[in-house]
């Protein structure tokens, strides 16, 4: 039995259901070219701007906190230059070493505290914490400028870390590292909140433990070279060297290039 409404169909009507059909044919096909290989990935920039701002405000309040006792720790010793001349106010000088390697791993502890808070997954977690990071390094730097006018240029020697040995390095040198981290960072709690990360790759993984091992080598290369001739005493009181700019700029590019797909890649 033929159906009424299908023999006996209004040419309007039949235009319009034609139109229909035809439009659901080309959505279909259209989906499933994004679901093969032409989707792009999706960073909720929205979503994320209130947990960047929140993040990055925890850590500029920690940059001046950290600035200010550093700038107090330095003056007890003689100059906010670590490898300036100093005037040290007290004879002998206290052995604040093991307590600032304590404050460092507080420092690190109460970062990823942090991050931990601005979110729910796992990296999204991560990424706070590189956003928190990133921000507390630059602020830092730009605070003691502030406080005492150092660093006066952008390639002053700095001691950056102390652990596992002392980092040295010019001032430029972490601030890079700090604004990839704060970038990826960004774009790793944007992207969890658009579609989700994708699980990262062997080759990304390796790409960037590959250029963190770099840019830590290139960080403690002074330090591991006094840790050899003269012990572990020897390379916490080293002053630093000649900083290895090609081995830094190697892991840079190398850590930066895994990040990026790792961050932009989509999955079928």
């Known amino acids: 039995m033929v159906n009424d409404r299908t023999r006996y169909c209004h040419p309007e009507r039949c235009r319009r259901i034609r ?5 659901r044919l080309r959505r279909g096909s259209f989906d499933k070219l994004r679901v093969t290989g032409t989707r792009r990935a999706h960073f909720h920039v ?6 960047w701002i929140v993040v990055a ?11 200010a006792a550093v700038l107090y720790l330095r003056t007890i010793y003689g100059g906010i230059d670590p490898v300036g001349p100093r005037q040290p106010h007290f004879d002998p000088l206290p052995d604040y070493v093991w307590i600032e390697i304590g404050r460092e791993a507080a420092t690190i502890l109460m970062l990823a505290a942090v991050g931990y808070l601005a979110a729910t997954t796992l990296a999204g977690r991560i990424g706070a914490f590189a956003v928190a990071m ?3 390094d630059i602020m830092y730097y730009v605070f003691l400028w502030l406080f005492a006018g150092w660093p006066s240029s952008p390639l002053a020697p700095d001691v950056l870390f102390l652990i596992p040995l002392p980092w040295w390095g010019p001032v430029l040198s972490p601030m890079l590292v700090a604004a990839v981290i704060v970038l990826a960072g960004a774009a790793a709690m944007a992207r969890e909140l658009g579609d989700g990360l994708p699980r990262p790759k ?6 960037v433990l590959a250029g963190c091992g770099l840019c830590l080598l290139a960080f ?13 005493e020897a390379a916490y009181y080293s002053r630093g060297g000649a900083f290895p700019w090609a081995i830094y700029a190697i892991g840079v590019l190398l850590g930066s290039g895994g990040l990026v797909r790792g961050l932009t890649r989509v999955t079928s």
């Open 57 to 67: 405000l925890y850590a500029t309040g920690m940059a001046y906190v950290e600035a």
């Open 134 to 136: 990133g921000v507390w």
């Open 46 to 51: 929205r979503a994320a701007a209130a947990r």
């Open 202 to 207: 062997r080759g990304e993984v390796i790409a």
């Open 19 to 23: 139109y229909s059909k035809a439009l």
């Open 220 to 232: 403690m290369a002074n330090a591991l070279a006094e840790l050899w001739r003269g012990g572990l």
